[in-house]
Structures are given as structure tokens and as C-alpha cells.
T-cell receptor, first 112, second 113 residues
Framework: NAGVTQTPKFRILKIGQSMTLQCTQD?????MYWYRQDPGMGLKLIYY???????DKGEVPNGYNVSRSTTEDFPLRLELAAPSQTSVYFC???????????FGPGTRLTVL | QQQVKQSPQSLIVQKGGISIINCAYE??????FPWYQQFPGKGPALLIA?????SEKKEGRFTISFNKSAKQFSLHIMDSQPGDSATYFC????????????FGTGTRLKVLA
């Protein structure tokens, strides 16, 4: 049972490049979340999903897209990277009505 | 926009002392208040949590105090240890059925040996 896994661990992008951050969970959780963490700002919700095929925006969705074709996977897409997207990105999952979110180890992204 | 305000931003405590971190929320539409602990280079992990119908919850050295009328809740770490040095986040979960969380800005705790 690996929990929530994220790839890559680190990535440097140039302005305007695109990339996909991968997130996979093996706990059969319906709910999945993407957060970004900036120094002194806590965690901000980007997108979340309540099940396969269902996604919705969080607090800071601009510049990102998501899809949820399976219960296990919830990739986050950056289409045109900007320096403002430099951050640490965390994926999390939970059961419906469950009280604990399980977080992945994070992806540190730098956009230059 | 719903907010959860957390203080202090950083905290230094002597070993064996009490660490206290405070959070306040502005919206009543929350039904669950967790605290997360994060070590450098790791994802946050649930430490302890409370529901608004309870005023206090204790798990080992960690206690949450909850004041519903004041819309405030706090984390107390008794007998603080160097291993408790980490960043702590409070959070509040919305009641809309979507299970969206709003996080505080975090408190960096350092416990001196």
C-alpha cells in the first residue's frame, strides 16, 4: 500500500512550457485534491474531484487543468507555465465523509 | 472569501514547555477542524482534529481547544520535544458536501533541546 504517490519530485520549467504533474492513490479514495504551497501562505486548493469524471475548481484554479478518468489517478496540467506557478504542489485523497486527507510527498516546481 | 487566520507565524519553545498555536475562522459553514503537521520535504499529515460540537479533544501531548461562539480553536502541545519541531497547519472543512478544506498559513515551531 503506497498511499498517495506524486511524480516528478522536482522539475524546472521555462516560461511558456507545459507539463503534467502526476498523482496516484491506491486506497480507493473517491475524493482527490490538488494544493499548492507557497512560503507563508499555507495550502491553497487548486482543483478537487469527488469521483471519476467529476472535477471542480478550488480557490486558485487559473492556469491549471485537471482530469479524473479513473479512481486512482488525478493529474494536474499546466499549459503555459508562468513564474507565479513556482511552488510546491501536493496531491491528497480521502474517502467521502472521512475525516482524514492523505497527502503525497509533493512536487517542487520552478518556472524560470 | 472564507478564511482561516493562524498565529503566530513562528514559535520557539524550550524543551518541556507548552506550545500554543491559534486559529480563527470567519464563516460558520465548517464542520470539521483538523490540525496537520508537516516536516521539511514531506507532505502534511493529520495530527489531531475536532468537531464543533466538542470543546476539547486530547490525544497524548496534543490538545485542541475549540470555542464555537468566538470562532476560534487552538492547538496545545504539552511537554514539547525537539521532535515536535515542524510546521503546523490548522484547517476547516466546509459543510457543503464537497469536503473542501481551507488551510491556515502555518506556524513554524522550533523546540530547543
Amino acid at each position: 500500500n503506497a498511499g498517495v504517490t506524486q511524480t516528478p519530485k522536482f522539475r524546472i520549467l521555462k516560461i511558456g512550457q507545459s507539463m503534467t504533474l502526476q498523482c496516484t492513490q491506491d486506497m480507493n479514495h473517491n475524493y482527490m485534491y490538488w494544493y499548492r504551497q507557497d512560503p507563508g501562505m499555507g495550502l491553497k486548493l487548486i482543483y478537487y474531484s469527488v469521483g471519476a469524471g467529476i472535477t471542480d475548481k478550488g480557490e486558485v484554479p487559473n492556469g491549471y487543468n485537471v482530469s479524473r478518468s479513473t479512481t486512482e489517478d488525478f493529474p494536474l496540467r499546466l499549459e503555459l507555465a508562468a513564474p507565479s506557478q513556482t511552488s510546491v504542489y501536493f496531491c491528497a485523497s480521502s474517502y467521502p465523509e472521512a475525516n482524514e486527507q492523505f497527502f503525497g510527498p509533493g512536487t517542487r516546481l520552478t518556472v524560470l | 472569501q472564507q478564511q482561516v487566520k493562524q498565529s503566530p507565524q513562528s514559535l520557539i519553545v524550550q524543551k518541556g514547555g507548552i506550545s500554543i498555536i491559534n486559529c480563527a475562522y470567519e464563516n460558520t459553514a465548517f464542520d470539521y477542524f483538523p490540525w496537520y503537521q508537516q516536516f521539511p520535504g514531506k507532505g502534511p499529515a493529520l495530527l489531531i482534529a475536532i468537531r464543533p460540537d466538542v470543546s476539547e479533544k486530547k490525544e497524548g501531548r496534543f490538545t485542541i481547544s475549540f470555542n464555537k461562539s468566538a470562532k476560534q480553536f487552538s492547538l496545545h502541545i504539552m511537554d514539547s520535544q525537539p521532535g515536535d519541531s515542524a510546521t503546523y497547519f490548522c484547517a476547516a472543512r466546509g459543510t457543503s458536501g464537497t469536503y473542501k478544506y481551507i488551510f491556515g498559513t502555518g506556524t513554524r515551531l522550533k523546540v530547543l533541546a
